[in-house]
């Protein structure tokens, strides 16, 4: 494994951000548009294995390091044995959860060891909390009061084919490359209020792919069947390719049907 054959020592608050940030990204990755291969990693008639996040921004599952101690804390042991015994999206989720926990027990084994003070681990963990956790990559589940509406983004367009994308720019009449539209603003404060609320929103709108949350000047992307918001550098669509599109798939929904629950 990586993380035995080549050690990576962080040793700045910065450094273990993008330590953490890297092995967050893979991590993601696994468990949203690589979720088929991640599936199929995970065989309930193998050993005990793990699903690890490299500062490479790559993901694996393997076996749990043979030395003891390990040269950093091991991910949650024997995830494939759940695969088959719960419905998918619980399995992902819960898998989620165990990788949000190994991520902060990593970054702060890089503070302890490396001596941070109160203000550097401070520091640490609010650049790290910025940061949506893996579980609400996965599940959608972004703690704000936007997302307790259960709206989705750019919603005012959704009945709109030509509306699947956005990007945050001030002009723009092509597919994928508009701002969300807004409610028409009214003169009373009340619609300006609403109008505040789903700016609001946007900006807690996850990418399917990275899990990271939507920004401006960025090209966005709705797959048609599930919902669920890209960026285009994310899913390898562009604006221009973005208008020739009439039903967009995200690598997930446009992969093979699995014959499993």
Not at 87 to 104: C, F, I, P, Q
Not at 138 to 156: C, H, I
Request: glycine share 6%; charged share 30%; hydrophobic share 30%.
């Amino acid at each position: 494994m990586e993380g035995a054959s080549m050690p990576y020592n962080p040793r700045t608050v910065e450094e273990v951000f993008k330590d953490f940030r890297a092995r967050r990204s893979g991590m993601v990755k696994a468990l949203t548009t690589d979720v088929k291969q991640f599936y199929e990693a995970c065989d309930p008639e193998k050993e005990n294995l793990c699903l690890y996040g490299h500062p490479s921004g790559i993901w694996e599952v393997n076996l749990p390091a043979e030395e003891v101690p390990p040269e950093l804390p091991e991910p949650a042991l024997g995830i494939n044995f759940a695969r088959d015994g719960m419905e998918e999206r619980d399995w992902l989720t819960l898998v989620a959860v165990h990788s949000d926990a190994w991520l902060l027990a990593v970054s702060f084994y890089f503070g302890a060891r490396f001596g941070f003070g109160k203000n550097e681990r401070r520091k640490l963990f609010n650049m790290i909390n910025d940061l949506p956790t893996i579980y609400e990559a996965v599940s959608g589940n972004v703690k704000t009061q936007a997302q307790a509406r259960e709206k989705t983004p750019n919603s005012s367009n959704k009945s709109k084919s030509n509306s699947k994308t956005q990007s945050r720019q001030s002009e723009s009449h092509a597919r994928g490359s508009s701002k969300p539209q807004l409610p028409p603003r009214d003169e009373d404060d009340e619609s300006s209020e609403e109008e505040e609320e789903d700016e609001d929103e946007h900006g807690t709108t996850l990418c399917g792919s990275c899990g990271e949350y939507y920004a401006n000047d960025e090209f966005w992307i709705c797959c048609d069947v599930c919902e669920k918001w890209f960026h285009g550098k994310c899913v390898r669509i562009t604006p221009a390719r973005a208008e020739h599109i009439k039903q967009y798939k995200c690598p997930s929904c446009s992969g093979a049907k699995r014959g499993r629950v």
